[in-house]
């Protein structure tokens, strides 16, 4: 079957570094997405994997292990508008359906 | 500005009563889509639709129905068929290749009166 974890809740300080990690099982692979929702809003793209190794992108990076079925994105230099639920997403097959895990509360504290 | 729009912000259903969300987007993508987000859970795809005149059941299509006669429109209906229709409702679009990101609108909160 197909299926995405992700920790539902997590806690850090501001200007800090926080990992936030997705693990999946899909028969197939065709890259995984991250996307940033802040409450009652729409979810916004953050990064999208493919390949092995780390994508970086400003103050956010993604990594992607396919073998291990793992990514994770990073935040540095954490700020309060960081607080938001971050949410894994695999495309199905080529129709681009998506299959999201339920998403990570982030907490960013004074 | 290319975008979707999803409206009303706020909709009310009563008991018995059907109800149209409205999708609309000037980005002149192929693939749209619907998903239904409950507090605590992931997004759950409801329909979609990867060429005009042609849908797809999502996972959880039971008590929705959807039509897409133009490319830029892609209405949900919730029936009264859907008994816990209360959610967060959003609206997708993408080029149609799998490697581009989808689009969101900005969702409609369903409420029972």
């Known amino acids: 079957g197909q299926n995405i974890d992700q920790p539902t809740e997590m806690t850090a300080t501001e200007g800090a570094i926080v990992q936030i990690n997705c693990t999946y099982q899909?028969?197939?692979?065709?890259?995984l997405f991250w996307y940033q929702q802040h409450a009652g809003e729409a979810p916004t793209f953050l990064s999208y994997?493919?390949?092995?190794g780390l994508e970086e992108k400003g103050r956010f990076s993604s990594f992607l292990s396919r073998s291990k079925g793992y990514s994770y994105l990073l935040l540095k230099e954490l700020q309060m508008k960081d607080s938001a639920s971050y949410l894994c997403a695999v495309p199905l097959d080529a129709t681009n359906k998506l299959i999201f895990g339920t998403g990570t509360l982030l907490a960013v504290q004074p | 500005d290319g975008g979707i729009t999803q409206s009303p912000k706020y909709l009310f259903r009563k008991e018995g009563q059907n109800v149209t969300l409205s999708c609309e987007q000037n980005?002149?993508?192929?693939?749209m889509y619907w998903y239904r987000q409950d507090p605590g859970q992931g997004l759950r795809l409801i329909y979609y639709?990867?060429?005009?005149?042609?849908?797809q059941k999502g996972d959880i299509a039971e008590g929705y129905s959807v039509s897409r006669e133009k490319k830029e429109s892609f209405p949900l209906t919730v029936t009264s068929a859907q008994k816990n229709p209360t959610a967060f409702y959003l609206c997708?679009?993408?080029?149609?290749?799998?490697?581009?990101?989808?689009?969101f609108g900005d969702g409609t909160r369903l409420s029972i009166l």
């Open positions: 980005l002149n993508h192929d693939a």
């Open positions: 994997n493919v390949l092995d």
């Open positions: 639709s990867q060429i005009v005149n042609d849908f």
């Open positions: 899909t028969s197939g692979f065709n890259g």
């Open positions: 997708a679009s993408n080029p149609g290749q799998r490697n581009q990101p989808q689009h």
